[in-house]
């Protein structure tokens, strides 16, 4: 059985493709070309228990949000909460990046329980319960890797980050450079202190084949990850992350020849005018491949603001080419995220999202507003109220101070709208 890249090059329309191109309104045709040639990808699983979400050319832009337990805050329950607000606010997938407590409970109740596509981090699973089990880091073998891999796609997640651009390679060439912060991806530090530690090569880079084998056998997407991405201004457009990068390229067209989708990861902190730079060197080393950013976030010094600043970042990657936002929240770089740090993230990512798809997709994502701008112009509260990104907040804030003019209570009588109409 081939996967659902073999059958679009063998000109399929598969109800995957069918289904994602209904929703997204484009030609069935041109979906199925697209996911042929790589520059579009749906997350899914042989189980078939996810429903389909396309990420790439000529698609709207999608969310995804991070959930997980951590050592110090362990509630599965809570963790479950968060994925379906997540979904909730339109959340396009889940990624599970739990490191506290059962690390398998948390996933299968996540998967049971929602029915979109679900991304895990398989590595953080080998090395945490090496570790818990008594093993120090240079005692983790490759099979501990591979059978954690293993094990979450046996469980049906839909997509997996693997961090296979953290080669030998990269990490002696992190050891010269001065950067502030040498590496800030959970996942690529867990590879690199294996590699440091035992002076060899990265498992899942040496055995890219076998990984590509197991990622036929379930047709699940890649996700590359930036495990060598800037983790703040200074380190940003550095050798590292610009050679891993390279590598992640080569690794693209191999995942492309086995077929299987893969997607990009980057870019992490980064100034603002190197953003779009940044998106189409990607776009165009990886010939096309959906670029996933996590942020990027243009400046240090947003905390507990960190959502606002990476829908600055996330927008302009965005417009520039990026397919795919992760969302940031409040709690970025203080703690675990709380609900209403989720609800926080997932709003500002998808107000981030569709600012782009203005710029991507033109008048067919624009409509929106242009129905929002006559409703405005009518002073129909009902159908502003029912356009904005979270119609509960847009109507808590609207009831709170209301005007007997029929306008806002900012300008009441003195409202534009109400004063125009008399001499027009």
């Keep these: 059985m081939g996967t659902l890249m073999d059958a679009a090059r063998r000109g399929v329309i598969t109800e995957e493709i069918r289904l994602v191109a209904e929703a997204e309104g484009v030609s069935a045709e041109k979906l199925r070309d697209r996911v042929a040639r790589g520059v579009v990808v749906v997350p899914r699983n042989v189980s078939g228990r996810a429903k389909p979400v396309g990420i790439g050319e000529g698609l709207r832009v999608k969310v995804n949000t991070n959930v997980g337990t951590s050592q110090d805050l362990c509630d599965p329950e809570l963790e479950v909460r968060k994925a379906k607000l997540a979904v909730r606010l339109g959340s396009d997938t889940v990624m599970d990046l739990s490191t506290g407590g059962d690390l398998n409970e948390v996933r299968i109740r996540i998967r049971r329980e929602l029915d979109a596509p679900l991304g895990t981090v398989p590595i953080y699973q080998a090395f945490i319960e090496a570790l818990r089990n008594g093993k120090t880091i240079p005692d983790i073998t490759e099979d501990d890797m591979f059978n954690s891999i293993t094990r979450h796609l046996k469980d049906g997640v839909d997509f997996i980050t693997v961090h296979c651009g953290v080669t030998r390679e990269a990490v002696k060439l992190l050891a010269k450079t001065d950067r502030v912060m040498p590496i800030v991806s959970r996942g690529g530090c867990f590879h690199a202190a294996w590699i440091m530690s035992r002076d060899e090569e990265n498992p899942l880079y040496k055995n890219f084949q076998y990984l590509l084998e197991l990622a036929r056998e379930y047709d699940v997407c890649l996700s590359l990850g930036d495990g060598l991405r800037p983790g703040c201004i200074a380190d940003s457009f550095d050798e590292p992350m610009n050679v891993e990068l390279l590598t992640i390229a080569r690794l693209v067209d191999e ?67 990026a397919d795919f936002l992760c969302v940031v929240t409040p709690a970025e770089h203080l703690s675990l995220p709380r609900l209403e740090d989720i609800e926080e993230g997932v709003i500002a990512a998808k107000i981030a999202g569709h600012i782009a798809d203005i710029v991507r997709l033109g008048e067919k994502a624009s409509r929106i507003d242009l129905k ?16 904005s990104v979270s119609p509960e907040k847009a109507r808590a804030i609207h009831s709170s101070a209301k005007s007997s003019s029929g306008a806002c209570s900012m300008c009441g009588p003195y409202c534009a709208l109400i004063l125009i109409k008399r001499y027009i």
């Design 255 to 321: 995942a492309r020849r086995m077929g299987v989708q893969c997607m990009v990861e980057g870019p992490g902190h980064m100034p603002l005018d190197q953003i779009a730079v940044n998106v189409k060197m990607e776009k165009y080393l990886c010939k096309g491949a959906p670029y996933y950013v996590l942020g990027p976030l243009p400046t240090d010094t947003s905390a507990s603001y960190d959502h606002i600043a990476a829908a600055v970042g996330g927008a302009v990657a965005a417009a520039a080419g």
């Design 372 to 387: 929002m701008a006559k409703a405005r112009a009518e002073l129909d509260w009902e159908t502003q109220l029912a356009l």
